[in-house]
């Protein structure tokens, strides 16, 4: 029996003086748990030992460093197989009430360290993110058809090649290309760990592509027997793209709400290949995405899909100006 966020009963107790909570929680509890912080933020986590978490928040880890304004603490008991699907459902709960959390997982735009912080720093982030179109790893252009000669050919191109959508096949790749070059900071050194490019992936009745970031599809091509009308979708953040804006504008597509788990975006879909143009005519459309791309990158990496990461695709995506 599948255990509901609505059955959450917390217990409160003020923690601000204590070290340990042994005396409040004899034993080792399991559950769900609400930290509340001097400065009003929270923090939402899951374990099946209370106390021992608790201590580690305290004291600190190797996930942070000691928490010493700890205030409060809400605690309910959860059962373990639902310890995943409860946490994340008082996540987005508390997001909703506006509530600052200092979670990193399920929670977009966080203000806490993050590993990739690391490898771009925190002031290099913002500069990139405000930049314009000069701040770019790869050229932008229509791509030249590759080397059919060649062995390693990406499954996208063979497939659109056995079909005669040699047309499809470039506006997509230049959309991709598009996106690699203005919306993804130190494109190579983050390549199939903070994003991936899914090489003619099954995804909800199959794609032509997928470009992931974190753990969101920002952009796809949905896959179409039709060469004549592809159409690539862009995920970006809710209201951006205003919809009378849009309405009035000369690009020909169609936006509206997705409630994805890690995020809610404006889906925006467009005619393939005209990407560039997209963001050139849209005012602050660039700064807003890369602004997304980086709290995405930030709230988790795309390791977990890792596995379907196409050199070859990316290969092929590179070309494009060369």
């Not at 609505?6 to 042994?22: F, K």
């Not at 929270?42 to 942070?64: E, I, L, N, P, W």
């Not at 099954?202 to 032509?208: D, E, P, V």
């Not at 592509?209 to 920002?218: D, F, I, W």
Request: charged share 20%.
């Amino acid at each position: 029996m599948v255990f509901s966020s609505r059955e959450l009963r917390y217990r409160r107790w003020t923690v601000s003086d204590l070290t340990s909570i042994a005396p409040l929680l004899p034993g080792s509890a399991g559950g769900i748990y609400i930290l509340g912080f001097t400065d009003g933020s929270c923090y939402v986590g899951q374990t099946t030992d209370m106390v021992r978490r608790f201590s580690a928040h305290r004291h600190g880890s190797r996930h942070h460093a000691a928490w010493v304004d700890i205030e409060t603490l809400l605690f309910a008991v959860v059962p373990s197989d639902s310890l995943d699907a409860v946490e994340r459902s008082e996540i987005i709960r508390l997001r909703r009430t506006g509530k600052s959390l200092r979670n990193r997982a399920w929670n977009r735009g966080h203000r806490q360290p993050s590993s990739l912080d690391v490898i771009i720093s925190v002031d290099d982030q913002s500069h990139w993110a405000t930049g314009g179109e000069e701040y770019t790893t790869m050229s932008v252009g229509m791509v030249p058809m590759p080397d059919p000669r060649g062995c390693g050919a990406s499954r996208l191109r063979r497939y659109t090649d056995s079909r005669g959508q040699h047309l499809t096949y470039r506006k997509v790749i230049s959309d991709f290309h598009c996106a690699l070059s203005l919306l993804i900071p130190s494109c190579e050194e983050l390549e199939g760990v903070w994003w991936t490019v899914s090489d003619l992936p099954s995804t909800a009745g199959g794609r032509y592509a997928t470009l992931t970031v974190g753990n969101l599809e920002l952009l796809y091509a949905p896959r179409t027997e039709s060469s004549s009308s592809p159409v690539c979708v862009l995920n970006c953040p809710p209201g951006v793209v205003g919809r009378r804006w849009w309405s009035q504008k000369k690009h020909q597509g169609v936006l509206f709400r997705r409630h994805y788990r890690s995020a809610t975006v404006d889906a925006l879909t467009f005619p393939a290949g005209s990407l560039h143009n997209l963001i050139r005519d849209t005012p602050g459309l660039l700064s807003e995405l890369r602004g997304f791309v980086l709290s995405l990158m930030r709230q988790a990496s795309a390791a977990k899909i890792g596995r379907w990461h196409s050199p070859q695709l990316v290969s092929e995506m590179r070309a494009v100006g060369s």
